[in-house]
């Protein structure tokens, strides 16, 4: 909302001056009134000119442009209002398990359908957030990096299905790793190619085999053209100059690729500065879904494997970097999560405030410009003085 306002507004009292000089001006039109000793018998039928009804309009005009050089003097100023000097979101990646136990329909019509749904109501409330997507089965491919486009973002969600060439395991360990890359290379375009297309972890050169945490820091490192001592120590300042870094790993499973172990990404992530929330959809001992084989389709439809979740796993990586693990067995319960984890990672914002103020002394001087001229072209050339 806009309004004016003055910053001097202790000599808006000037105008107290403006009942003074009505008065001395209707005092000095009745003297001169009554200095006139003629009869006005023989002017009765004469005509009144117009310049008759605008003989006082000199001194109003007069009297308008000592108010506004009053105000002048008040400085007024246009505020517009306090507006935030600056906001700053964070970074999410979602990662979600496309591995072929997504099919169970517990959840209706299955699992990955109503993650989806709740991913996309997720981003919408994110709207200061650059956020990204990470499909994993037996390795994560890097759907969409960081982005503040949530429309394009969600089509890509609403385009994921399941792939058969990498739906037969369940790579943790490589969808973390892709969301560490992801989450460190969000400042700069990490792809040499078009942004629709699917970017595999092997694409970063991921050690398939890591023994140790020194190696993998080294290989991620790497990538992310930053020492990892410096990726640790200056976690702090990046995360107050970026915003803090999430994962949201979404699994109804355990790892089983061994090509890249999950505690040891959660590590790398924790140095970082990442955290990682882990949501394990499913009851723990008690998950089945349709295996998919070349068996006929009326042995398929009886044909049975067991999924349990590694809450053990999930919950070890969610403490290693300080996020949470939460269990959902219902769209509901799913729905609920989301909700928390917006909660508890609000967007941070910096509270200053400036007021918008636009000066306005031009528009008022033009206004008594324009008004002084009036003036004096009406007291000299149209209205008629009595001679003195």
């Known amino acids: 909302m806009f309004a004016i306002t003055f910053l001097q507004p202790a000599y808006l009292y000037g105008l107290i001056i403006v009942l003074p000089m009505i008065l001395l001006y209707v005092f000095t039109i009745k003297r001169r009134s009554s200095a006139l000793k003629f009869s006005l018998f023989l002017m009765t039928g004469i005509p009144k000119g117009h310049r008759v009804y605008v003989r006082h309009l000199p001194f109003i005009l007069r009297l308008v442009a000592c108010v506004l050089l009053i105000i002048i003097i008040a400085q007024p100023v246009k505020s517009g209002g306090l507006h935030d000097l600056e906001k700053t979101g964070i970074n999410i990646v979602l990662a979600l398990d496309i591995s072929t136990s997504m099919k169970e329909a517990d959840l209706n019509p ?207 990586l969610a403490t290693l970097t300080s996020g949470k693990y939460f269990n959902v067995q219902d769209s509901q319960a799913l729905e609920l999560t989301f909700k928390e984890i917006d909660n508890l990672e609000k967007t941070t914002f910096n509270e200053k405030k400036y007021l918008v103020q636009n000066t306005r002394y031009l528009s008022f001087a033009y206004i008594v410009f324009i008004v002084f001229s009036l003036e004096l072209v009406l007291a000299n050339l149209y209205v008629r003085k009595r001679p003195s």
């Open 110 to 316: 299955n699992r990955l359908t109503v993650a989806k749904a709740k991913a996309e109501q997720f981003i919408a409330k994110r709207t200061n957030d650059r956020i990204g997507l990470v499909v994993f089965g037996s390795e994560a491919l890097l759907q969409c990096p960081l982005t503040l486009d949530h429309q394009a973002l969600t089509a890509f969600v609403r385009d994921i299905n399941f792939l058969q060439e990498i739906s037969s395991q369940t790579a943790i360990g490589n969808a973390i790793a892709m969301g560490v890359i992801a989450l460190n290379r969000g400042d700069r375009n990490p792809y040499n190619r078009n942004p629709d297309s699917r970017t595999s972890s092997k694409t970063w050169e991921l050690p398939s085999r890591v023994e140790d945490i020194a190696a993998l820091t080294a290989g991620v490192a790497a990538i992310s053209k930053q020492s990892p001592i410096n990726a640790t120590t200056q976690n702090a300042t990046t995360q107050k100059k970026r915003g803090s870094k999430v994962i949201v790993l979404i699994t109804d499973g355990r790892n089983t690729s061994t090509e890249l172990d999950p505690i040891t990404a959660a590590q790398i992530a924790r140095a970082f500065g990442i955290k990682i929330y882990t949501i394990g959809i499913g009851e723990p001992a008690k998950n089945f879904y349709p295996y998919s084989n070349n068996t006929p389709q009326e042995l398929q439809e009886n044909f049975y494997a067991q999924s349990l979740i590694d809450e053990t796993t999930l919950k070890e």
